[in-house]
Structures are given as C-alpha cells and as structure tokens.
C-alpha cells in the first residue's frame, strides 16, 4: 500500500504561481509513476502532468504545458508541481496518484490506471 498525503493548494491571483507537494509513504519502492490530476466542480477528473518515479521522465497536458512543471525529491518519497501564471480555469481540487504499472508515460494519463490517490488539495485562481 502506498499513502499519498497532498499540501500547497490555496487562493491566488491570476498570473501568479502555486506550488503543490504530495508526499508517499507505504510501500514506496514499488512506485512506478506519480501523477497530478485535477477537478473542477461539475466536471471528469483531468490529467495535468505525470512523472516516472525512477527517471524523471514527464508527461504534460496540452493545457499545462509551458505552464506547470513536475518534479520529484526521490529522497524525500515527495512530488511536486509548480504551477505558473495560473489561470481561473486553472481552478480545481488538485489529486495526486501513484501506481505500479510500468506502462508507457502517455498512457498514464488515464487516471483509470492509478491505484493510490490523496485526498485532494484545492486551488482557486481568481481574475
């Protein structure tokens, strides 16, 4: 089992920066993939940006990219996402998913995949 704890979520402004952390603990050395997906009120769960645990590979969502960067603190069991000149349609409760599959990165896209999810942090962009 792997337990995925989110923080950093908040109000901000339109144009200004955010940055999100989700920690894992549990079984943390299956971890393949970690992902962020966000959600809107009365709307699907979307991907925003993926990243393969063990190399750093990342995959982003065409309405992210440019915009939001993934990384990850191998040592510390800890991904981020620092957000950039964010937007009002940016605002959402951010998820944060692991997973064990060693699929390809596009396909981790689908939040289907993802086994372990936190509990959601919200952010609010306002005009």
């Known amino acids: 089992q792997v337990q995925l704890v989110e923080s950093g979520g908040g109000l901000v402004q339109a144009g200004d920066s955010l940055r999100l952390s989700c920690a894992a603990s549990g079984r943390t050395s299956s971890i393949a993939y970690m992902g962020w997906f966000r959600q809107a009120p009365g709307k699907e769960r979307d991907f925003v940006a993926v990243i393969r645990w063990s190399v750093g590979n990342t995959y982003y969502a065409d309405s992210v990219k440019g915009r939001f960067t993934i990384s990850r603190d191998y040592a510390k069991n800890t991904v981020y996402l620092e957000m950039n000149s964010l937007k009002p349609a940016d605002t959402a409760v951010y998820y944060c998913?692991?997973?064990?599959?060693?699929?390809?990165?596009?396909?981790?896209?689908?939040?289907?995949?993802?086994?372990?999810w936190g509990q959601g942090t919200q952010v609010t962009v306002s005009p």
């Open positions: 998913a692991a997973d064990e599959s060693l699929m390809s990165i596009a396909f981790m896209s689908q939040s289907r995949v993802y086994d372990y």
